[in-house]
């Protein structure tokens, strides 16, 4: 399994902006289809946006299209989520996964087996 940690959250007005940053540990993590999910106090954890193995396949939850931009920098081990016009309602913690099994982007909780410790990004109306 690869090693996640994420950065960048914190509390931004809404419309304003923020970059989220995942570090991954280990020569393989351009092996990985990465993503990003969410979780709100008293919510299920949610799918937001997902990129492929190789960075050219994107997919992201109707929630955030065109809000949101997800990117990966594998000669870094990176990946990022820029997330602009936020609105009150993506206030959550905010978790990077990795999949070893797949190469695509992937919607589906369970297709990810290493999972970072989650960074939180608060949404001042």
């Known amino acids: 399994q690869v090693q996640l940690v994420e950065s960048g959250g914190g509390l931004v007005q809404a419309g304003g902006s923020l970059r989220l940053s995942c570090a991954g540990s280990?020569?393989?993590?351009?092996?990985?289809?990465m993503g990003w999910f969410r979780q709100a106090p008293g919510k299920e954890r949610e799918f937001v946006a997902a990129i492929s193995r190789s960075g050219v396949s994107t997919s992201y939850a109707d929630s955030v299209k065109g809000r949101f931009t997800i990117s990966r920098d594998s000669a870094k081990n990176a990946m990022y989520l820029q997330m602009n016009s936020l609105k009150p309602e993506d206030e959550a913690f905010y978790y990077c996964a990795a999949r070893t099994n797949g190469l695509g982007p992937s919607r589906a909780l369970g297709d990810f087996d290493s999972w970072g410790q989650g960074t939180q990004v608060a949404v001042a109306s």
């Open positions: 280990g020569r393989t993590f351009s092996t990985y289809a």
